[in-house]
């Protein structure tokens, strides 16, 4: 695997990002038009089939926005922990978790002073991002 840095740290699978999505627009498309052209006999399956495929892209997007929620909560704790152990104090309270998230990819050398900057000119997680001069990557993330 290639060093991860700030151009190539965004990670698609294309199953999930593409073909899973790209198929559920499929079948959402189809079923409306299904829905459409019904006739009094098959309205009731029609309709049955398209609040089906509505259900199927909550699920998909539900699916995947508690992962990321679970994930950042876990970014969270270990770089609230790696503040500790850096510089024996408690990470600020005015740090947001976006801005944690972005932390995350700073070397253990440039993120006490990364978190500093990031609190006193209310830095954005890509403005981190960008900041950071030594990468560590983050192979884990889903």
Not at 81 to 87: A, C, P, S
Not at 104 to 116: G, I
Request: hydrophobic residues 45%; charged residues 20%.
């Amino acid at each position: 695997m290639k060093n991860q840095n700030y151009a190539n740290h965004s990670r698609y699978v294309l199953g999930y990002h593409v073909l899973g999505l790209l198929g559920i627009l499929v079948l959402f498309i189809g079923s409306i038009v299904n829905l459409i052209h019904a006739t009094a006999e098959n309205l009731y399956d029609a309709s049955l089939i398209a609040l089906g495929v509505v259900f199927l892209g909550l699920i998909a997007v539900y699916t995947r926005t508690f992962a990321l929620r679970a994930q950042d909560r876990a970014i969270c704790a270990e770089e609230k922990f790696r503040y500790y152990l850096l510089t024996q104090k408690s990470l600020p309270k005015e740090i947001t978790v976006r801005q944690l998230i972005g932390l995350r990819f700073a070397s253990d050398e440039e993120f006490p002073e990364l978190v500093s900057k990031a609190v006193q000119n209310n830095l954005s997680e890509k403005e981190i991002k960008k900041a950071i001069k030594n990468w560590k990557g983050d192979n884990y993330r889903v």
